[in-house]
């Protein structure tokens, strides 16, 4: 069955990077939409970045210039650079993916979640 599990998360200082990778199965990462969203503490999920199956890439706008999205096609695997930190990226990260590879993001329009990874970022 579909499973994505996220790894690469941790602590940091502000300014620090870290990469996450979701290792895919049960589908394949290059037929569709594939997403990172993250939660803090008491607030909504939301979106960080997608990645289509025709290669486009969208990110919100406070994550501009500082992540990257990613994939390795022939790993299945979805990644998510993140340079610059600061503590409002502090949050439960999880990958996902929708059914089709026309991205939206909108998080109720993904039907695949990961199981999240803890990123900690501190002034």
């Known amino acids: 069955q579909v499973q994505l599990v996220e790894s690469g998360g941790g602590s940091v200082q502000a300014g620090g990077s870290l990469r996450l990778s979701c290792a895919a199965s049960?589908?394949?990462?290059?037929?569709?939409?594939m997403g990172w969203f993250r939660q803090a503490p008491g607030k909504e999920r939301e979106g960080v970045a997608t990645f289509s199956s025709g290669g486009s890439t969208s990110y919100r706008d406070s994550v501009k210039g500082r992540f990257t999205i990613s994939k390795d096609d022939a790993k299945n695997t979805l990644y998510l650079q993140m340079n610059s930190l600061s503590p409002e990226d502090t949050a439960m990260y999880y990958c996902a993916a929708r059914s089709v590879g026309y991205c939206i993001l909108e998080r109720h329009v993904f039907d695949y979640w990961g199981q999240g990874n803890q990123v900690n970022v501190s002034s």
């Open positions: 049960g589908l394949t990462v290059s037929t569709r939409c």
